[in-house]
């Protein structure tokens, strides 16, 4: 069938700065550059182009150019391009439309429509530079009072803590599992949150053996396809995280092409070579709370109450009502994941209607919890749009303990958020399993990337705060004080818990 | 009528913001003592404070009623009176009840003061199945919900004096120079709007607490929400109430020695946690790991009295002043050292605490629990 669909973008080469050193043909994992001999010219197909830029950076003399294709459908404020070109792919295939990375439509962002405040006259600002400004965070469940006892004078505890997750900043790398990412993509997230004291939450693929030696430093997953679960795994990490949904794709399971499974993916997932690995939308053990209670003991009891148990969701109309319950089922840290965040695959329809912003869903959990006395019991991690430092200071302000990153995580490694992870052709080597394209990304390169990047955000967090006139971060936990909105209607206010700017 | 909090507070700011005088006098063998020095220190920091509120919370004043809790209550007319002794006596047995002596004085628009003695009604406690504090805690929040009606004070033998006004002119209008106590916490302000109201000034007390501040809490509206979880209600919207809340929280209700609600408010920094021995890091770290929402963060320092006990801290870092000195039997606690050394010219020994270092004057009876702390950043000034 001819497809009807026009080029999204056009790759211009200027002749004149061209060598013709073809490094863009071998950059491009789309086959969009050839080079014709006759010509003795590069010549770009331009409706192979995803516009990840990886030719434009390695272009030695920077001839390359990908723009937006001019040429376009009539304005039309309702059937935009983007709605013409998604309604055309699926009457050529009949199939349900694919995509990478989280909803990239306007308008869902509240983290824009907050800001922060300062120290003015009455309360010095601190100089993080002079001053010591505290990020450590503990997550883990805490009880509700401290008993201590005392042995001639002595003082000890006599309560005993659950136990705690200890990071050094607010920050971890969200799930990704083996396999959505490549092998040098997942040991460069593990060295890098072992090298700045975070965590790394390895997703729901398993855990490759060579990465067992960072296992103090990572979160292990146990999702509803239970890839790569079993005893030695659930002890090897610090924590187990059970992943009932995903903000970018809430009520609907996951699926890994067996294209993409490879001998190494197989083994860590423990399915057989080539086979798809479909993650079912819901846990078929659990279909209800009480069942979900049950796992998260069942984990408990194979890992001794040694490790925290974290259990993820996606952000939904009621999520509210959903965090009580799994406070109360005796999960230890809770992590929201709201509707920006990303994905390797999901279907577009999805991805771009099926739940609710991290900000509001933050917000009412937080305030759910606190009302029912609840709230110091668990930690609470916001995840999916976390873009920046400010959003990481908002988040927490808004009552998160802690944030996880994944979109910025594969940004700092080199993700332009081209979209197209689900291909498995990643030109940055990142969400690819092809060991020739996989090998484009250093680990160490990348690992040093990702340290630059959160070590950049805390020292922006420490500014901020030291503004606020704070020198721990535990004191901005919740403290909406701090915040104001603008743009919002009083009912956004209401839900966020925030003033209106100027009040 | 607005509610409380509308009326200290009458913009709906986060909190109320005030630079302050504090100053704090105690006798350690218990002996009362008059209100010509105390008096004469607060008003000696005159250039800190700008006339829009001072104020008293004196320990050891009603000897004869000291089994009773004191209850001073403002009122800003005679209706409101008869409203809330109506519901005194509903929820208490009130064996007196009397105006509150003043005079005229160089203050801004006296409300009606009254005080009562009162004890629990028994019945009802039976039913509630919790402690005397508790119930009086209840009842004063639920009378500060009354209309033109706040209670200043809720301890047994001590008492709340405070307005709109200089200290000394407050000291002036309540006949302070009849009162004798063993300990004087007193407080001038220089608030940064105009309330207008007496019950904003400070000291803020509930029950035997009392707490006067000179700062403004950045982390107010966290541990606001602490406090809240466990059964206080902010209803003024000032951070001095948290403050007085978090003490209550930790020293009466969980049961944790002072040295160590320090400890949790004016938190040690994570690296001399973890420099730390074995012993002492755990504890630490789990006081900081559970009440890490208690942490007072930004500038203060406070005085913080109960019976028996006169506390000073300050903020970690230290971004308002407090100096001490002891004198024989005497503790002093103040916004300035010349304060103290106007009554006391030569003590037997004046320093400025650290940020986060408690100073804890403490009455020599057998009757006041002692426990020794072994903590090389705890002193004791007595």
Wanted: aromatic content about 8%.
């Amino acid at each position: 069938m001819k497809s009807y669909i026009i080029p999204e973008y056009t790759v211009d080469i200027d002749r004149d700065r061209c060598i013709r050193c073809k490094a863009c043909i071998e950059q491009c994992t789309y086959g969009v550059h050839h080079y014709n001999a006759e010509k003795e010219a590069i010549i770009s197909r331009n409706e192979e182009c995803v516009n990840c830029q990886r030719c434009v950076v390695f272009c030695p003399t920077k001839a390359i150019t990908v723009r937006k294709n001019q040429n376009s459908y009539r304005k039309n404020y309702h059937w935009t391009q983007d709605m013409i070109v998604f309604a055309k792919r699926q009457a050529e295939t009949g199939a349900v439309a694919l995509v990478g990375m989280g909803c990239d439509r306007p308008g869902f962002t509240y983290w824009d429509n907050l800001l922060l405040n300062a120290s003015q006259v009455t309360n010095p600002s601190i100089d993080p530079l002079r001053e010591p400004i505290e990020l450590r965070t503990y997550l883990g469940r805490k009880p509700s009072k401290l008993d201590l006892a005392f042995n001639g004078g002595e003082a000890a505890l006599a309560t005993e803590l659950a136990p705690q997750l200890c990071v050094e900043t607010p920050i971890l790398f969200a799930a990704m599992s083996y396999g959505a990412i490549s092998w040098n993509a997942h040991h460069a997230l593990a060295k890098a949150a072992s090298e700045l004291g975070i965590y790394f939450n390895i997703g729901e693929g398993g855990l490759d053996r060579r990465l067992y030696r960072y296992g103090e430093r990572l979160i292990v997953q146990v999702a509803s396809g239970r890839f790569g679960v079993h005893k030695e795994y659930l002890n090897v990490g610090a924590a187990i995280e059970i992943k009932i949904g995903q903000g970018a794709k809430p009520g609907i399971g996951g699926h890994l092409p067996g294209d993409k499974v490879n001998e190494d993916i197989a083994r860590t997932r423990m399915i057989p070579l080539g086979t798809d690995a479909l993650s079912p939308a819901p846990h078929h053990d659990i279909y209800s709370i009480e069942d979900l209670k049950q796992l998260i003991y069942a984990l408990k009891e194979a890992t001794d109450y040694r490790k925290p148990v974290a259990v993820k969701i996606a952000a939904v109309h009621n999520s509210a009502p959903i965090a009580s319950g799994i406070v109360r089922a005796g999960a230890d840290i809770l992590a929201i994941d709201g509707f920006r965040g990303a994905t390797g695959a999901a279907p577009k329809i999805i991805r771009d209607n099926v739940g609710i912003p991290i900000e509001l869903a933050l917000a009412s959990v937080d305030q759910r919890l606190h009302e029912e006395n609840i709230r110091d019991e668990v930690s609470l991690i916001a995840s999916g749009g976390i873009r920046n430092s400010a959003d990481v200071v908002k988040a927490i302000a808004l009552g998160a303990d802690a944030v996880y990153i994944g979109t910025a995580a594969l940004v700092a490694m080199g993700c332009t958020l081209c979209q197209r992870c689900y291909s498995g052709k990643c030109p940055w080597g990142i969400t690819t399993t092809d060991p020739e394209i996989s090998r484009r990304l250093n680990p160490e390169v990348a690992s040093r990337r990702l340290v630059n990047l959160v070590r950049a955000w805390s020292i922006e967090i420490k500014e901020m705060l030291g503004g606020m006139g704070m020198n721990a971060v535990e004191s901005l936990r919740g403290n909406r004080e701090q915040l104001r909105g603008v743009r919002l209607t009083d009912t956004e206010l209401g839900i966020l818990g925030v003033k209106m700017a100027g009040k | 009528m607005k509610a409380t909090g509308e009326v200290n507070n009458p913009y709906g700011d986060d909190k109320v913001i005030d630079s302050c005088s504090l100053f704090g006098m105690m006798n350690t063998k218990g002996e009362r003592f008059s209100s010509s020095n105390p008096v004469r220190a607060i008003a000696n920091m005159h250039e800190r404070v700008n006339g829009l509120g001072g104020g008293f919370a004196v320990y050891g004043i009603y000897p004869e009623h000291e089994d009773l809790y004191a209850l001073h209550i403002m009122y800003l007319d005679k209706g409101a009176r008869k409203d809330t002794e109506k519901y005194l006596d509903r929820s208490f047995i009130v064996l007196l009840g009397e105006e509150i002596p003043t005079r005229e004085a160089e203050v801004w628009n006296p409300p009606l003061f009254w005080r009562y003695f009162v004890e629990p009604k028994g019945s009802q406690m039976q039913d509630r199945q919790e402690s005397a504090d508790d119930y009086i805690v209840d009842k004063v929040m639920k009378a500060n919900g009354k209309p033109k009606t706040f209670v200043l004070s809720s301890g047994k033998d001590m008492g709340v004096f405070k307005g709109i006004g200089f200290p000394e002119d407050i000291a002036e209008h309540f006949c302070l120079e009849e009162y004798e106590g063993y300990m004087w916490i007193c407080h001038g302000r220089f608030p940064t709007n105009t309330p207008g109201w007496w019950g904003g000034a400070q000291p803020f007390n509930i029950l035997d607490w009392s707490v006067a501040h000179n700062g403004e809490l950045s982390s107010y509206g966290a541990n606001r929400r602490y406090v809240e979880t466990h059964g206080y209600s902010c209803a003024m919207q000032t951070d001095t109430e948290v403050l007085a809340y978090a003490f209550d929280l930790l020293v009466r209700k969980h049961g944790i020695p002072i040295q160590f609600a320090a400890k949790v408010l004016a938190a040690p920094f994570w690296d001399e946690i973890d420099s730390m021995s074995q012993s002492e890091r755990s504890v630490l770290t789990a006081l900081r790991q559970v009440y890490g929402s208690l942490l007072m963060n930004g500038p203060f320092s406070i005085i913080v009295a109960h019976q028996g006990e006169m506390i000073g801290l300050t903020d970690r870092i230290k971004l308002r002043p407090m100096t001490a000195a002891i004198k024989k039997d005497f503790v002093y606690l103040s916004s300035e050292e010349a304060a103290i050394r106007l009554v006391s010219p030569r003590p037997d020994r004046v320093w400025n605490p650290a940020g986060g270092e408690i100073v804890v004057g403490r009455l020599e009876s057998p009757e006041i629990l002692q426990v020794a702390l072994a903590h090389h950043t705890l002193r004791d000034a007595r």
